[in-house]
């Protein structure tokens, strides 16, 4: 388990990455020693801000499909539009990214990542 500075920590920092933006939910379900598990939601036009994922094995299992734009923080990587259903599972590496709500449906992800 986080100490509580490192959740608050946390918390601020996606609250300040955000403040231009129109941010999705995001809700921790499980953090251990071994594994985290969040629950995002996105609205139509809601995105992530621009964040890192600390560990490199991530299984992102879409509850409500949508479409996604994952924006990378590398400049020099292009832009990548996904169109996913619900029910369908992806894996992702750990990276630097931005995730916005391209679509017009809400999108519901359970994320894990193996620590």
Avoid at 15 to 41: F, M
Wanted: net charge negative.
């Amino acid at each position: 388990m986080k100490p509580l500075s490192i959740v608050i920590i946390t918390w601020l920092f996606f609250s300040i990455a955000c403040a231009g933006e129109k941010p999705g939910n995001r809700e921790v379900l499980l953090d251990n020693d071994q594994v985290q598990v969040i629950r995002l939601t996105y609205p139509p036009g809601s995105e992530s801000g621009m964040h890192t994922h600390e560990f490199p094995n991530r299984v992102a299992y879409f509850v409500n499909g949508g479409k996604l734009e994952f924006i990378p923080g590398d400049k020099t990587r292009d832009k990548q539009v996904i169109e996913i259903k619900g029910g369908d599972a992806i894996f992702v590496p750990g990276t630097t990214h931005n995730v916005k709500n391209v679509g017009t449906t809400e999108v519901v992800i359970i994320e894990t990542e193996i620590k």
